[in-house]
């Protein structure tokens, strides 16, 4: 272990931007393979271009060169001493698929490859720093997470919101931890930063590196985050059985609400996979209810035709369709949804029974389903490499920091611009494009 | 073709009961089997016993010799002449899994085997015989339904409820309807039985074949009704869910509500197939919510230890704890339950609070995804058998009857007695201890 | 515990045949039941009766009355002391899926429900009771079973064989061991009932339970043998497999060699699942490969006119297709086969070929990958149930049995009856006439 | 459609190299978009970067500018008329999951979105042009491709190898086809390209547009492609089922054979996903068989100390253990492969007889399963994205090229440079890293 403090480390001379810049200062201690393992270590100048089309390119060159992250992968020195470093492990926000795999990777990695003999799992999110909870810390060694990645849903628990980042410091501080690994979404990726200041003002060498969840594929730089295909694949069977349903009874209509608070990829993805949507609804592409164009007439009218109708429906559409009030926020800080899935079952309904038109209308919200399944074999196999990179960039010494991947490269992304804007589906694009040529649905829902 | 009309025959001469006595009266056309085959073509006089137990057998023996049932199975001769045969089919109630592969099952061996030139698929139920629904009547084919199987729901589609069976019967005049399939629960197995009795009354010849269908399992003589271990393997992938969600919480506590209006056999082959379940809660077994000893206090003194929970409830569970008032029935007659699922989120909701108990809550209520799945590979092969069974016993002129499976072996099951009763889990039977003894719930969840 | 010894006890004065009757002396010990379980104990007279169909039955009655088997389930009083009981349990022979179900269910019922405390798990089969080969005894315990349902295969290991049973009587005695399970084919259920008689001779309270496993359901008064459903519905996923390769390339033939040494069960289920293969070969229906009618020219025509065909093979059919010699034996004392799957795929070639017709033939041998899959909810469910019937049992002082299914009901069979035969699909029955309906193929494959 | 010959262009005046540039002349024709989507355009000039690491950029600068493949997607203006386009789809070579999904796409694109009314699918690869194979022709329409996503292997049906080029223009020419898909591996797709070249040359205006298909996933300049997940995922189960085997028998050994010719992706993700591996064998990395070091004593040592293990090898590794001689090839020009399943299987029963060590060895060869699977629901969205992706392309009058998938984005790479080289597990990254520390296994399996 080094006598300085962490810090995050901005190299400034170099012609490529700050992105992925998160270290602790200078590595010190080489890392002793006892594996021999000739990997290719990953050279410390090495960066990913951030934007790859040649105009954007050719732009950025005028500005100081292209943006490029810090790629992953183990280094040739290492920062902490394994035989020294203690680690904890924390679960933060909603269930995703995957939870499980990447502990389990993490303490596979930390024991097996680097040899560090303490790793506490903290339960329930951040308040299992917190003492007044009374969560006990579990010793996770790899006996114990052998297992785990069969079971959906967390090992360690978890909850939303945030705790106090000193009360957490003086956690770390008085357990000696030094290496923390934050499994969250974007709220729980704020504190994971500031959990990093406050040991840094503090002086305290510790490496906060998060892996960010987020079922509904929104945090940027991350080609796909981890559970998001086994969370579509589990939806569109719901959409299946949506189809099943609305094939089977006269003036049938499936009606299927999925996940998707700021983005409609799960939407989007489940309605390709099985080709039984007709009208998707996602936050990025507004709808009107009324009028001839309007979503309510189309639907009637796409019944009346083809005699039934799936409507699969991010819970983040729609929402201009709710008077503006007062919704408040849930305990991570998020701004609390309407539900559009009630919403759209009640004006469905009055709109039928106006128009006289028969309707068996089956309203179906598994979220607690898709969430809680175990991870499929893409998604195991990602957690693991995922899990692998955030121990690399750990022992390295890189801190308030994430795993991404671009380009089909684990990069280092610092949590600032992780957190600083949210991946969307783009409505002009060929993802929402090829969602429009498979439903047949009208490009445009307006009245 | 016969000239004498078609009705229920009882062979009043042989030492066992009627049971299974069902037929249009005597064979008159052997079957020409082109094929060739050797079955064993089933003697006339078989029985298969109903009752099995020595104790039972013997005191039945001094009123009049033991019940038996007419086996299942292809007879010697035939009673119509497929040449001439036009056949009906029909789905009628709520989706179960299956129904597809029946009615593949059926028109595959009445083309295939027995030659049978016009199938017709009357669509969405009952309301398919009547033409003010104007629901166009469906040519079935061997082409048509070849997939089927591999689709949830009824290709015919359903509805529920009951149409004039006078009309019925003249729909089935207009068509020439020699043979008609009904694949329904009780109601239409009722509805059934008075088609048969019109169509008698008229004079017209023809067989009423039902193919009895409930999720729930709970029609008697059939050891397990087709699509029940599909809904079951199902639902205990939603009490996965459940047990994960629960895990991953401080205080968490899964509630699964699954199908069973007046029986619990899916509630309990659920719980055991995955063994997550703490709580099962069924209709044949009631239950105090209040009290020491009520199901409320015992959750929470279960989630205090454990850390977790799942309850699962079926449907028609609890009834009592609500105010008896006028529910009404629904359109198929059935008595409407209230909502014990909800129920229960409120009350537990309610006492974890006044104990001060954290608690996080998921209520799942998965239905329409239990029932829409396509069938497994087993009820995939019951399906097909039980369709050769049924078709077999049409071209043998029997009516008024369903396909029944008893100890084994497919029978011949008047309706009246299909109807007359509601399979239960027996409270005192293996089935309930092996679930009290794998959830380690209390025998009696009393005040 | 009594201080008489062991042994099976006929009790000669019922009415009822001996079957069943295979029960450690009198019943001394009333069970304690802390959990105070009303369940319906069974009456020691019960009788499920062996053949239900009338005409048998009536012929029975000259002979002493009709056969019974003495149902399963908790006794009122028990034979053995729990607090005093020790345990152990052994798998014996090929995989099967629910093995591990088995296990798990044995160890949590006598731990949770008898309070048992002490259970060895033997491994390796019958060797694990010879202390030459070296295998350690395993405790197991609910925290050492919770989870291994979710494996294939068996946490105890297996081998094939028998061992001398007074070595193993031995080892039993010098363990103090006084209830034994095993679960394994019929080669170790009679090395089972080895083991009883010479428990039986020593004067040793050893009471001796069978669970029988084959994957071939060809164990008689079992109604389907545990794993069975599993296994066929795998097996149905490698014909749609073989499909899927026979309609991609022209003269597309896939060929599936499944498990049936003696009875065909599994190829016909499997074929019937799935309703893609063509022709069913199993163990019970010769045929002939040459000549007009024999299987080659019949499949060559087949591809002609459909331009593809799916074979699916029983490991034993066709056996009589090779030289008889002297085959020997393996390990378990079966019979060696001649492998049937090799002989038809150079067999169809040569055909073929010689015909001049073209042939793209996928030979797919999946047997493998089939045993050894996790239990499917239904074998879940039945495997924890049967664990159950056979602590009953054992608890109650039976020896020398199995644990049957006969009609729905859980029995006790005694060891001696359940390997005098082999169940077999009947030529003449349902099941292969529905499979021959199915399939299409010709009743007769002879020349 | 034009009056000018279709050609391959390179536009030389860009400063990009000529990647990508594969087009028929100039476009002519605006895209009548009667469904007025506002989808973004590609520009016509936008290239994404082949390369994005920051030093191998800086150091293609000096050689004219980094390299750039042109985007996929729609244009604003495209090449031919659809209501005067014939198009003609075959899949070629081995079978892959998801050809059903890209024929389906294509169909499903070309006639609900360009309104093209004549699409032909040539039967079994390009036998199907060849009047002489008598393969017919099928007519592709939205009603016969609905479904077929559901099934595995290719509905068209594939084989192996070549044909004259020159027959197949005439057979194009003489069925006026203007534009066709070609599914197929990178023998199929030098193919493609000769049919172009010989196309051009005679002056035909036809689009040959490759959709690259490689279970294996050794195809250039694709992330993932297409089936590659589903195979992974598959080749996963049958790891498990070895696993299961070992486990389950003293001195246990799965050996489970997968594909991979020249890259071992396949086993690798295989092996991660499931993380039961002891050992993986791939192409790109050599091992000794012999020797302390070497594989069958380190495995043998592996046995000795775990009780089990599981090889898993790609079917092109270890050929270096065959002596070399004349393999010779196949149809489709790849050199024939000695067996290393069979090779391994020997020489470890050897090994372990020869050190008297116990081995139960279970060799698992599952390919035709892995292949013939249905896709995953990743998968299923991916070939309708690469169909809609291929379908713009050639609807813009590209030619000679294939649809790649470059860091996230749909792009068109010239045929020769598809099939330039192979795509490989790099032996220094951190994929085969990942595996090594996954599996425990040795860094350098030599003597």
């Not at 934007?51 to 810090?70: C, I, K, Q, Y």
Request: include cysteine; hydrophobic fraction near 40%; glycine fraction near 12%.
């Amino acid at each position: 272990m080094t006598d300085r403090p962490a810090e995050t480390v901005v190299a400034a001379d170099l012609a490529v931007s700050a992105l992925g810049e998160c270290r602790v200062d200078s590595p010190l201690l080489p890392l002793l393979d006892t594996r021999q393992v000739s990997v290719n270590y990953v050279d410390e100048s090495d960066r990913v271009l951030l934007d790859d089309t040649l105009s954007t390119l050719v732009a950025r060159e005028g500005e100081g060169g292209p943006l490029g992250f810090e790629p992953g992968g183990p280094r040739r020195k290492i920062y902490f001493d394994p035989t020294k470093t203690r680690v904890g492990i924390v679960t933060c926000g909603g269930l995703c698929p995957g939870l499980n795999n990447v502990i389990r990777g993490l303490v596979m990695e930390l024991t097996l490859h680097y040899k560090v003999k303490r790793i506490f799992g903290f339960r329930n999110g951040y308040q299992g720093f917190i003492a007044r909870y009374g969560h006990p810390v579990v010793d996770l060694t790899p006996d114990v997470v052998r297992n785990i990645h069969e079971d959906g849903g967390t090992m360690l628990g978890t909850s939303r919101g945030s705790q106090d980042p000193e009360e957490i410091v003086d956690c770390l501080e008085r357990m000696n931890i030094n290496v923390l690994f934050v499994i969250g979404g974007d709220g729980s990726m704020r504190g994971a930063a500031r959990i990093a200041e406050v040991a840094a003002a503090r002086g305290e060498r510790v490496a906060v590196v998060g892996i960010p969840k987020t079922i509904d594929n929104d945090i940027p730089y991350i080609d796909h985050s981890f559970g998001f295909q086994t969370a579509f694949g589990t939806a569109g069977e719901t959409i299946l059985a949506a189809k099943s349903e609305a094939r089977s009874a006269p003036g049938g209509v499936g009606l299927v609400k999925l996940m998707g608070r700021h983005s409609g990829f799960i939407a989007c993805y489940a309605a390709l996979a099985r080709n039984h949507a007709d009208f998707v609804l996602i936050p990025e592409v507004p709808f009107d209810l009324d009028g001839p164009d309007g979503l309510l007439e189309q639907l009637r009218r796409r019944v009346e035709v083809a005699g039934n109708a799936v409507v699969v429906v991010a819970e983040g559409a729609g929402q201009e369709h709710f008077p503006s009030s007062e919704n408040g926020s849930d305990a991570s800080g998020n701004a609390k949804l309407r539900d559009v899935g009630v919403l759209l079952k009640e004006r469905i309904t009055e709109h039928f029974a106006g128009c006289g038109t028969e309707l068996n209308l089956r309203y179906i919200d598994p979220s607690y389903t898709i969430r809680s399944v175990p991870a499929n074999p893409y998604d195991s196999v990602y957690c693991l490499r995922l899990a692998h990179a955030a121990v690399h960039a750990a022992m390295a010494g890189r801190t308030a920091m994430v795993i991404g991947r671009w380009h089909g490269r684990f990069v280092h992304v610092p949590i600032t611009l992780a957190v600083s804007g949210t991946n969307k589906v783009d409505p002009h694009g060929d993802l929402w494009m090829s969602v429009l040529e498979a439903t047949g649905q009208p490009v445009r829902l307006t009245a």
